[in-house]
């Protein structure tokens, strides 16, 4: 079976009819598209630490991180660049083999950008792929941190630009188009998705996705992120989506986008086994993986590893790690206590 090239053109219509298939063809159809373009039994793993965590000033609706709303939070500044690499050495270790650093921000600030450059080569230095989440970016401050080396830089959408406002009015989605130019232009790759479950109507997740797929080059890593609802948040009393949705959201994600990887992020402490294992059918090769996710739980890291061995998959491997390394980690913990609760799947 041939498949037509990657496109950035997909209207409404389109991608509404995708949706709208029999679940069995939605799916089948999914399956067929990754298994031309991925190893359907690799799922890559990434590891993300926060290094700055809470007062955010950005007010979007679904964050525990902002400081527009009343959470348990814990405030943390700012952590140092040696704590750091201190961290990224024990993924390595533990087989990962990209290290992702993310920072509760609007943007970063000046007196931020040699810290976080330092931080950036000297996690290079350890032979691992860097990825940062730090808000908005200026074109000056993407080339800044491409030229420090950074591999990966994570900017989600979130969701429709219909929807959008009724969700964030602190930055526009202009804003984060904007962002994503800017680490395009500054030679680094593209992480970007969005958050399904928020209130939003179909409409907004064809939106979402349709959005994403006609980029002028569709990101290298899609994360879809189902709603965590977080006690003092706007949206803490939000219906449930539907689960049958949210695969629909992963298999149409796969079909539009068939040379990204699609991530199964945020939400997965809800899902059980098939429902994984359903969206690793339909496409998602990438998962975030540790005991939380940011400032959320996610599933155990040995939870997420015995069902990966149930499933007859293995975890990607990039050729600077052997087998021997990734077969190690399987039967490890992330990390001990102290430090499990810095980590998150990425």
Not at 114 to 143: D, F
Not at 163 to 176: C, K, L
Not at 192 to 219: C, H, K, T, W, Y
Not at 321 to 335: F, H
Request: charged share 25%; net charge negative.
């Amino acid at each position: 079976m041939e498949f037509a090239p990657v496109r950035h053109d997909w209207t409404h219509t389109q991608v509404k009819a995708l949706f709208e298939m029999p679940f069995n063809d939605l799916l089948f159809k999914a399956a067929s598209v990754h298994r031309a373009n991925f190893n359907p039994n690799e799922v890559q793993i990434s590891t993300l630490l926060s290094i700055k965590t809470g007062a955010c000033p950005e007010d979007c609706k679904y964050c525990p991180q902002s400081g527009h709303y009343k959470t348990d939070l814990e405030r943390e500044r700012l952590i140092e660049v040696e704590k750091v690499v201190e961290q990224a050495r024990l993924a390595k270790q533990k087989g990962a083999t990209r290290f992702c650093m993310g920072a509760a921000w609007s943007d970063p600030k000046d007196r931020d950008m040699p810290y976080i450059s330092q931080m950036v080569k000297e996690v290079k230095e350890l032979g691992l792929e860097t990825c940062m989440t730090l808000g908005k970016l200026s074109n000056e401050k993407a080339h800044e941190l491409s030229s420090a080396g950074l591999d990966y830089y994570n900017h989600n959408l979130d969701t429709s630009p219909e929807y959008y406002e009724q969700i964030i009015s602190t930055r526009t989605f202009q804003d984060r188009l904007n962002t994503i130019d800017h680490v395009r232009d500054a030679g680094m790759k593209v992480c970007s998705g969005g958050i399904v479950g928020m209130g939003e109507q179909a409409s907004d997740r064809f939106g979402l996705l349709m959005q994403l797929a006609n980029l002028p080059q569709q990101p290298e890593s899609v994360p879809i992120n189902m709603l965590v609802k977080v006690k003092g948040t706007p949206l803490e009393n939000v219906d449930d989506l539907d689960h049958f949705e949210f695969i629909r959201t992963i298999a149409t994600a796969r079909i539009m986008m068939p040379q990204s990887y699609v991530r199964l992020s945020a939400g997965r402490n809800a899902m059980n086994e098939q429902m994984q294992s359903m969206c690793f059918f339909a496409g998602a090769n990438s998962i975030f993986y540790g005991d939380k996710l940011l400032t959320t739980e996610n599933p155990e890291a040995d939870a997420d590893m015995n069902l990966i061995k149930k499933l007859g998959m293995n975890p990607e491997t990039s050729e600077d790690y052997s087998d021997e390394a990734v077969a190690a980690s399987l039967s490890s913990q992330v990390a001990d206590k102290a430090t499990s609760e810095l980590f998150y799947e990425a």
